[in-house]
T-cell receptor, first 116, second 114 residues
Framework: DGGITQSPKYLFRKEGQNVTLSCEQNLNHDAMYWYRQDPGQGLRLIYYSQIVNDFQKGDIAEGYSVSREKKESFPLTVTSAQKNPTAFYLC???????????????FGSGTRLTVV | AQSVAQPEDQVNVAEGNPLTVKCTYSVSGNPYLFWYVQYPNRGLQFLLKYITGDNLVKGSYGFEAEFNKSQTSFHLKKPSALVSDSALYFC????????????FGKGTKLSVKP
């Protein structure tokens, strides 16, 4: 079955450490996205990528970094510069915006990051 | 600029009663509208979408939504609520004339009591 996989489901980070969240999709989607969700809050866009080797900052990119070396993969690194990283992180993908604008997003099941 | 509003943070209904979760939008062109549901500690799941055509859209789990162009609304409805419908619901919009990302509302928490 096609889908989008996030790992790990739970992640614990010590203060000052960088951590990387994995996001892999086998849907052949061109675009991929990272969102942050805080308790009782909506979704805030961190980074997105519409094509391999290109990505754009979202609304809250500070303290995060991404790469898009393969179409299937869009890992998110939470750096030590992110002062309040405890949150639920969601990855999503969609077909090319240029040709499939009427498609929505497919979401992964999320990674819960906790700073200890 | 595109925007979407969900005016209610929480909606409470009794099991068996009809439910409505409200959504209004603002786009410059024709809208593409979506509803998603999120259960605790899970990703968002697609419920339904409006692209064009019939203003009443039917989706998963017995949900439907009514597109109203004059009121720029896309309210989610279900004739008879179940306790298992309790979740967080997100409305999203994309301007059909743009190449922009989906814009999500802040979400509405639906609580269905037995």
């Amino acid at each position: 079955d096609g889908g989008i996989t996030q790992s790990p489901k739970y992640l614990f980070r010590k203060e000052g450490q960088n951590v990387t969240l994995s996001c892999e999709q086998n849907l052949n989607h061109d675009a991929m996205y990272w969102y942050r969700q805080d308790p009782g809050q909506g979704l805030r866009l961190i980074y997105y990528s519409q094509i391999v080797n290109d990505f754009q900052k979202g609304d809250i990119a500070e303290g995060y970094s991404v790469s898009r070396e393969k179409k299937e993969s869009f890992p998110l690194t939470v750096t030590s510069a992110q002062k309040n990283p405890t949150a639920f992180y969601l990855c999503a993908s969609s077909p090319s915006l240029n040709t499939r604008r009427h498609y929505g997003y497919t979401f992964g099941s999320g990674t819960r990051l906790t700073v200890v | 600029a595109q925007s979407v509003a969900q005016p209610e943070d929480q909606v409470n209904v009794a099991e068996g009663n009809p439910l409505t979760v409200k959504c209004t939008y603002s786009v410059s062109g024709n809208p593409y509208l979506f509803w998603y549901v999120q259960y605790p500690n899970r990703g968002l799941q697609f419920l339904l979408k409006y692209i064009t055509g019939d203003n009443l859209v039917k989706g998963s789990y017995g949900f439907e939504a009514e597109f109203n162009k004059s009121q720029t609304s896309f309210h989610l409805k279900k004739p008879s609520a179940l306790v298992s419908d309790s979740a967080l619901y997100f409305c999203a919009v994309r301007d059909g004339g743009s190449q922009g990302n989906l814009i999500f509302g802040k979400g509405t928490k639906l609580s269905v009591k037995p």
